[in-house]
């Protein structure tokens, strides 16, 4: 008999890595040898994924510990964020809830459901629009669309990016340009 | 002693012989699932490097089609935590390679 409990389960998430642009076969020892030994780390065009498949009681607290053991690998690097963008195309709101993009055409444009889907937030390219997942996520659940435990992992992926990014807020780029932009938005 | 051009011929000869034909004289991995991931990858034109420094936990890494700074890598446990996932995980990188030839022009943003 297994002394884990039945609750937990295998949780497949990726995180984005900053503070590194390559890895050595040092750095990834040593991300192993700190609890990452259920990541896969790669890197493309200087950036560095580790891709988790790791067991837990819930989606935060896999995602939560295996952050954890990337700081304890002390490699000089911290996590971005979960790859798990919040601007989303239709066919992406699709695949997070197992539909088709048809079926959700029609919700975008009232044939089907409740209608009053949100609206776009922005282009991705001139012909596909970019929906913010957090807002289309609350309307599905809100109108019966599909179950909460559906889009919880999504939901809770989306608040622990939020969180990643608010941490983050102290080192922006161009932090004196950021501030004179938002003094002469708030004065128009 | 040869030239050096020569000796630099010769040892793109060795490399052509023992990457080029796809069934490198690398060592296996142990695992059946994480080897059959690395011959899978090696089908698509990955090459498979063992580590050297001796670590505990790196096998190696296996390096994209593209040859340089840029291309993808992906690290290889000797003994992950679940086999499965890991090789899993390792062809996930595979399929998402943006350098593959047959990459198709409207999967770039």
């Given at each position: 008999m297994s002394d884990k409990p039945m609750c937990e389960r295998e949780y497949d998430f990726s995180l984005i890595l900053s503070g590194v642009t390559e890895l050595t076969e040092d750095k990834a020892e040593a991300l192993f040898?700190?609890?990452?030994?259920?990541?896969?780390p790669s890197v493309i065009y200087g950036r560095?994924?580790?891709?988790f498949s790791r067991v837990a009681t819930s989606y935060k607290n896999a995602v939560l510990s295996a952050i954890r053991d990337v700081r304890r690998a002390n490699i000089g690097a911290d996590v971005e964020r979960i790859d798990e963008c919040n601007l989303v195309t239709l066919s992406e709101i699709a695949r997070k809830i197992g539909k088709t993009p048809q079926y959700v055409h029609q919700l975008v444009t009232g044939a089907r459901g409740p209608g009053r889907f949100p609206p776009p937030e922005c282009h991705l390219t001139d012909t596909v629009l970019l929906w913010a997942w957090c807002t289309v996520s609350f309307w599905l659940t809100e109108s019966n669309i599909v179950r909460?435990?559906?889009?919880?992992d999504l939901d809770t992926a989306y608040l622990i990016n939020s969180a990643l990014?608010?941490?983050?807020?102290?080192?922006?780029?161009?932090?004196?340009?950021?501030?004179?932009?938002k003094k002469e938005l708030a004065a128009l | 002693m040869p030239p050096i051009?020569?000796?630099?011929?010769?040892?793109?000869t060795f490399q052509a012989v023992s990457y080029g034909t796809g069934m490198a004289s690398r060592p296996r991995h142990t695992d059946a699932h994480v080897e059959a991931a690395l011959a899978a990858a090696e089908e698509r034109g990955w090459?498979?490097?063992?580590?050297?420094?001796?670590?505990?936990?790196?096998?190696?890494?296996?390096?994209?089609?593209?040859?340089t700074r840029e291309g993808c890598i992906a690290f290889i446990h000797s003994t992950p935590r679940n086999p499965q996932s890991h090789a899993r995980n390792l062809q996930k990188r595979v399929d998402g390679c943006p350098h593959q030839e047959n990459c198709e022009q409207g999967e770039f943003p």
């Open positions: 040898a700190a609890g990452c030994d259920d990541a896969t560095v994924w580790l891709e909460p435990e559906v889009v919880e990014e608010e941490l983050r807020d102290g080192r922006c780029p161009q932090p004196t340009a950021t501030e004179s932009l | 051009t020569t000796a630099v011929a010769m040892l793109d090459r498979v490097e063992k580590a050297t420094g001796g670590h505990a936990h790196v096998w190696g890494r296996m390096l994209c089609p593209q040859a």
